[in-house]
């Protein structure tokens, strides 16, 4: 018996094992939004209709620029607002929109129409094909890196901490006066961590505060493909 049982355990540490490395990659779908933007709440509304599909990490950042409207969004900030003006030369766009969806950092649409997030996702799947990007992993205070293939001057580490669910916004002011918004996973801080150069790395995780969730993003920079995504 003792024997059957080192087997089995054997057995289910090695299935573990390869399921783990297995794991479906994740598509990062970001929205850029705004509580003063009339022509967001569509977006909102189709980013809530995926942000629990397996495979998917479905952030939103609220930006800044719509503010003098007369309404402050209460999620908008500069640093949210710089990454999506950065998004825009190699996604073709002169300046940054509301509401703008990126997915993967090289896919993007309005996301307002029925089912266009769900497309662009597809969308995305498709063009990466088999393509690779490092192992990621996060875990025991630390964020793992794999070896792998880096883009010219390496690729960028991002921290993310969202709130994982929605949450609904009273907006006083504005295009949207007297409505109350929902938003999906909600973006509060956005940190550079430091950069991969194609090596194995490995970096301190901050502990998250304020029940915040954690993603983080090895990207290509200014703005480029995301490489690998992980999130708790």
């Known amino acids: 018996m003792t024997g059957l049982k080192t087997s089995l355990l054997a057995g289910a540490m090695l299935a573990a094992t390869f399921g783990a490395a297995s794991a479906q990659p994740l598509t990062v779908?970001?929205?850029?939004?705004?509580?003063g933007c009339s022509?967001?709440?569509?977006?909102?509304?189709?980013?809530?209709?995926?942000?629990d599909q397996p495979g998917v990490l479905a952030l939103s950042f609220n930006v800044t620029y719509w503010d003098y409207l007369g309404w402050k969004d209460t999620f908008?900030?500069?640093?949210?607002?710089?990454?999506?003006?950065?998004?825009?030369?190699s996604l073709g766009h002169d300046g940054p929109f509301t509401p703008q969806v990126v997915v993967n950092g090289s896919h993007d649409g309005v996301g307002a129409a029925p089912g266009e997030i769900q497309s662009l996702i597809a969308r995305s799947k498709i063009n990466k094909g088999g393509a690779q990007g490092p192992e990621l992993s996060l875990?025991?205070?630390?964020?793992?890196?794999?070896?792998?293939?880096?883009?010219?001057?390496?690729?960028?580490?991002?921290?993310?901490?969202?709130k994982r669910g929605v949450v609904e916004v009273p907006v006083a002011r504005?295009?949207?006066?007297?409505?109350?918004?929902?938003?999906?996973?909600?973006?509060?801080?956005?940190?550079?961590?430091?950069?991969?150069?194609?090596?194995?790395?490995t970096l301190p995780l901050p502990a998250?505060?304020?029940?915040?969730?954690t993603?983080?993003?090895?990207?290509?920079p200014n703005g480029g493909p995301i490489l690998a995504a992980a999130a708790n």
């Open 174 to 201: 504005g295009e949207n006066t007297g409505r109350t918004l929902p938003h999906a996973n909600v973006v509060h801080a956005l940190t550079k961590l430091g950069s991969w150069n194609g090596e194995a790395t």
């Open 76 to 89: 908008g900030r500069k640093e949210f607002t710089d990454r999506q003006v950065t998004y825009e030369p």
């Open 29 to 35: 779908v970001e929205l850029f939004t705004s509580q």
């Open 208 to 213: 998250a505060a304020g029940g915040l969730s």
């Open 39 to 51: 022509s967001c709440p569509p977006a909102n509304a189709n980013l809530i209709k995926v942000k």
């Open 139 to 162: 875990g025991q205070g630390k964020v793992s890196i794999g070896a792998g293939k880096a883009p010219g001057g390496g690729a960028d580490i991002w921290l993310v901490r969202y």
């Open 215 to 220: 993603a983080v993003l090895v990207q290509g």
